[in-house]
C-alpha cells in the first residue's frame, strides 16, 4: 500500500505544518471506519480531565486497529468532534503525538454531545 499526502499551495488555502489537504491511498486491500472513539475507561466512565479522555481516546483506537491488525500508521483521515472550541489546541495536540508527527487529512467540528462527561470524539478511517 503507497499513501501520499497532497497539500497543493496554488489555487487553494495553504495546508498547515499538521494538516494536509488529502491522502491519496494506492494498493489497500482493506478499509476499516472506525465510530467515534470517546474518552472512556474499559467499564465505561469517562475520563477525569480533557488531558485524561485525550489519552485514553488514542488508547482505545490503538486497541481497536490493533484488532484488524492495524496501527495509528494505517489512519488515512480523522475526524474530531469537540463539545467546546477551547479543546481544539489540546486535541490537535494529542493528534500530532498519536500520529508521530504524520500529517492526514483532519476535521474538527465543535458540537453537542448525549453526556455532557464526553469532551471530544474522534473518528478515523484506516487503509492496509
Do not use: C
Not at 26 to 40: E, H, N, S, Y
Not at 81 to 94: K, V
Amino acid at each position: 500500500m503507497e499513501l501520499k499526502s497532497h497539500r497543493p499551495s496554488v489555487g487553494v488555502y495553504p495546508a498547515t505544518s499538521d494538516y494536509a489537504h488529502a491522502m491519496e491511498v494506492r494498493g489497500a486491500q482493506r478499509l476499516l471506519f472506525v465510530a467515534g472513539t470517546m474518552g472512556l475507561h474499559p467499564d465505561g466512565t469517562p475520563g477525569a480531565t480533557l488531558a485524561e479522555q485525550l489519552e485514553l481516546i488514542w488508547s482505545n483506537i490503538r486497541t481497536i486497529l490493533a484488532a484488524a491488525d492495524m496501527t495509528v500508521d494505517n489512519i488515512v483521515r480523522l475526524t474530531s468532534y469537540l463539545t467546546d472550541a477551547a479543546y481544539a489546541e489540546a486535541n490537535a495536540a494529542a493528534r500530532v503525538a498519536a500520529l508521530g508527527g504524520r500529517v492526514v487529512p483532519t476535521t474538527a467540528i465543535v458540537v453537542q454531545t448525549l453526556v455532557n462527561a464526553w469532551l471530544v470524539e474522534i473518528e478515523v478511517i484506516a487503509a492496509a
